[in-house]
């Protein structure tokens, strides 16, 4: 067993430092927890996975020939490969290649798409292909070069369509004022202003520093006269959400409806998953019930929210029902895997997430390392370090590399194992590694972390605790009163009394219950 876990210490000392592959905001980035709302240049209402049907045959589709040109290739080849077999290039042919471009983010080749279109012009074009040239020559060429390919598009089409995809490919870069010129044009020329601008801005504001300045986005809104879609609010909710305020959220639930505006899946995806994460499950169940009535079956976002909610709810046959869902579907994508080996360890179903996993391994191939962590992360919860270890030794054999969570993971496994030692040094190495805000806010890493702190709590290592309590306030997770009850515990198991510990609670924005008290009640009796 000894030698096993040096192993497993040599293993982390040789892995280097590394920085996580997630997006984080910054000006000039869409944040990507907010991609799920911005089907804005395409009339889709959700994203889709960018494959072909199995009953479609990809090879009579222009867009098929076109993601398939080998790099440096140039896209007329594809044109005329097509045209060559006696089919003419028709609208909606070259709509579907744009749209299948864009969710693959080939914006370069998107470009070129639309140039070739206007150049050769196997039909007349219209606002729509000029709207698409110019959302990808801003993409790809920059902000000052769509400007002025704006200005050379026939006046006939500078209509609204372009007004607004100028405005959204500008806020998409990060800039701000040149679309707020834009917007106040387009109320001199009467022209309407779409509710995706705003959604962007909203987005643009979601920092801590600039969310002030929602409101008066949202009043601005109000001023042009343009509804509030289903999506503004869900993109409100997200923001909640996102910083554990459950009232908050509630409260843009609750504007959403007295307006009259219909919640539709993603609504209830945020809101079911804000409850189980703040472990109010009756809450969370009902607006799983919500989801399922509002559910397409078909939508493969939401049948990944759905198994994720059935795990912490502890619904094995719907869990199952959902998965059955899932392989119908034409693609069963690796973080659908993902999600339900996750799904299956919390519900303590250890053989069906190993199975899971196996199929994982052989029908998709072990390409990511979260792959490797979800599997892991279902080990490590119930104490199963040696498999862990196992697993672990194959990240490297895959040409893949351990990242932080990998290693709070681990950290977890040792502590349920009882290797205390052996959990500090892999929780130390972790913290070596820089590691995006975006993964320090994600729930996954928050819940792992406080796992952690509950392992710490039992063997009342005070100094363990406070230094990961810590990570968790400033990612707001201590407004849930069940965190700080754990903190608490952690005093009283030491025999420390701290009489500003329900002070602190307060102040992190978590109210006391009736445990906070009697933990407090406990605490007294170790008063000096």
């Not at 509950?454 to 009163?481: H, S």
């Given at each position: 067993?000894?030698?096993?876990?040096?192993?497993?210490?040599?293993?982390?000392?040789?892995?280097?430092?590394?920085?996580?592959?997630?997006?984080?905001?910054?000006?000039?980035?869409?944040?990507?927890?907010?991609?799920?709302?911005?089907?804005?240049?395409?009339?889709?209402?959700?994203?889709?996975?960018?494959?072909?049907?199995?009953?479609?045959?990809?090879?009579?589709?222009?867009?098929?020939?076109?993601?398939?040109?080998?790099?440096?290739?140039?896209?007329?080849?594809?044109?005329?490969?097509?045209?060559?077999?006696?089919?003419?290039?028709?609208?909606?042919?070259?709509?579907?290649?744009?749209?299948?471009?864009?969710?693959?983010?080939?914006?370069?080749?998107?470009?070129?798409?639309?140039?070739?279109?206007?150049?050769?012009?196997?039909?007349?074009?219209?606002?729509?292909?000029?709207?698409?040239?110019?959302?990808?020559?801003?993409?790809?060429?920059?902000?000052?070069?769509?400007?002025?390919?704006?200005?050379?598009?026939?006046?006939?089409?500078?209509?609204?369509?372009?007004?607004?995809?100028?405005?959204?490919?500008?806020?998409?870069?990060?800039?701000?004022?040149?679309?707020?010129?834009?917007?106040?044009?387009?109320?001199?020329?009467?022209?309407?202003?779409?509710?995706?601008?705003?959604?962007?801005?909203?987005i643009l504001h979601s920092s801590s520093r600039r969310k002030k300045l929602i409101p008066k986005i949202l009043a601005q809104m109000?001023?042009?006269?343009?509804?509030?879609?289903?999506?503004?609010?869900?993109?409100?909710?997200?923001?909640?959400?996102?910083?554990?305020?459950?009232?908050?959220?509630?409260?843009?639930?609750?504007?959403?409806?007295?307006?009259?505006?219909?919640?539709?899946?993603?609504?209830?995806?945020?809101?079911?998953?804000?409850?189980?994460?703040?472990?109010?499950?009756?809450?969370?169940?009902?607006?799983?019930?919500?989801?399922?009535?509002?559910?397409?079956?078909?939508?493969?976002?939401?049948?990944?929210?759905?198994?994720?909610?059935?795990?912490?709810?502890?619904?094995?046959?719907?869990?199952?029902?959902?998965?059955?869902?899932?392989?119908?579907?034409?693609?069963?994508?690796?973080?659908?895997?993902?999600?339900?080996?996750?799904?299956?360890?919390?519900?303590?179903?250890?053989?069906?997430?190993?199975?899971?996993?196996?199929?994982?391994?052989?029908?998709?191939?072990?390409?990511?390392?979260?792959?490797?962590?979800?599997?892991?992360?279902?080990?490590?919860?119930?104490?199963?370090?040696?498999?862990?270890?196992?697993?672990?030794?194959?990240?490297?054999?895959?040409?893949?590399?351990?990242?932080?969570?990998?290693?709070?993971?681990?950290?977890?496994?040792?502590?349920?194992?009882?290797?205390?030692?052996?959990?500090?040094?892999?929780?130390?190495?972790?913290?070596?590694?820089?590691?995006?805000?975006?993964?320090?806010?994600?729930?996954?890493?928050?819940?792992?972390?406080?796992?952690?702190?509950?392992?710490?709590?039992?063997?009342?290592?005070?100094?363990?605790?406070?230094?990961?309590?810590?990570?968790?306030?400033?990612?707001?997770?201590?407004?849930?009163?069940?965190?700080?009850?754990?903190?608490?515990?952690?005093?009283?198991?030491?025999?420390?009394?701290?009489?500003?510990?329900?002070?602190?609670?307060?102040?992190?924005?978590?109210?006391?219950?009736?445990?906070?008290?009697?933990?407090?009640?406990?605490?007294?009796?170790?008063?000096?």
């Amino acid at each position: 067993m000894q030698r096993l876990y040096l192993v497993i210490q040599r293993s982390l000392v040789q892995a280097k430092p590394q920085t996580l592959g997630v997006l984080y905001f910054s000006p000039t980035k869409i944040p990507s927890t907010f991609n799920f709302f911005l089907c804005t240049q395409t009339p889709n209402d959700a994203p889709h996975e960018a494959s072909y049907p199995k009953q479609e045959e990809p090879r009579s589709c222009l867009s098929y020939r076109i993601e398939k040109l080998p790099r440096g290739e140039p896209v007329g080849s594809a044109f005329q490969s097509w045209m060559g077999d006696g089919f003419p290039i028709h609208r909606g042919d070259i709509f579907h290649a744009i749209n299948r471009l864009r969710k693959l983010k080939s914006n370069q080749r998107a470009l070129e798409v639309m140039e070739w279109v206007i150049r050769e012009r196997p039909y007349m074009p219209k606002e729509l292909d000029y709207s698409y040239l110019l959302e990808f020559t801003t993409k790809f060429h920059g902000i000052s070069q769509g400007k002025e390919l704006f200005t050379r598009v026939p006046l006939e089409f500078q209509n609204e369509l372009l007004y607004n995809n100028l405005v959204i490919a500008c806020l998409d870069k990060g800039a701000i004022r040149l679309p707020l010129e834009c917007m106040k044009r387009m109320r001199e020329l009467g022209h309407p202003i779409s509710h995706l601008v705003f959604n962007r801005l909203i987005i643009l504001h979601s920092s801590s520093r600039r969310k002030k300045l929602i409101p008066k986005i949202l009043a601005q809104m109000k001023a042009d006269k343009v509804a509030r879609h289903a999506s503004t609010f869900n993109i409100l909710m997200k923001m909640e959400a996102s910083e554990h305020n459950i009232d908050g959220l509630m409260k843009v639930y609750s504007d959403m409806k007295r307006e009259n505006v219909e919640p539709n899946e993603i609504s209830y995806c945020i809101i079911a998953t804000a409850y189980v994460v703040a472990r109010l499950h009756t809450a969370a169940e009902a607006y799983v019930e919500a989801l399922e009535n509002s559910a397409t079956g078909k939508n493969w976002s939401t049948l990944d929210v759905l198994i994720m909610l059935y795990g912490y709810l502890g619904k094995e046959k719907q869990l199952e029902k959902t998965w059955g869902l899932v392989k119908q579907l034409p693609r069963v994508r690796s973080k659908s895997y993902v999600m339900a080996i996750e799904a299956f360890g919390r519900i303590v179903q250890l053989t069906r997430a190993e199975e899971l996993w196996l199929e994982m391994k052989s029908v998709k191939g072990l390409r990511s390392t979260e792959q490797f962590n979800s599997i892991i992360s279902v080990y490590c919860k119930h104490g199963l370090i040696d498999k862990a270890t196992g697993i672990f030794r194959e990240i490297t054999t895959n040409s893949c590399k351990p990242n932080a969570i990998t290693y709070r993971h681990l950290a977890l496994g040792c502590l349920k194992a009882g290797l205390v030692e052996e959990a500090t040094k892999t929780l130390d190495l972790g913290m070596d590694l820089t590691t995006s805000n975006v993964v320090r806010n994600s729930t996954p890493w928050l819940e792992t972390t406080l796992l952690i702190i509950e392992a710490f709590v039992e063997k009342g290592d005070i100094r363990n605790v406070e230094k990961l309590f810590e990570e968790l306030a400033k990612a707001k997770y201590i407004r849930y009163t069940f965190v700080y009850n754990t903190l608490i515990k952690a005093y009283v198991k030491a025999k420390i009394y701290d009489p500003n510990l329900l002070k602190r609670m307060i102040l992190g924005g978590a109210r006391p219950d009736a445990e906070t008290y009697s933990l407090m009640k406990l605490a007294e009796q170790f008063q000096t």
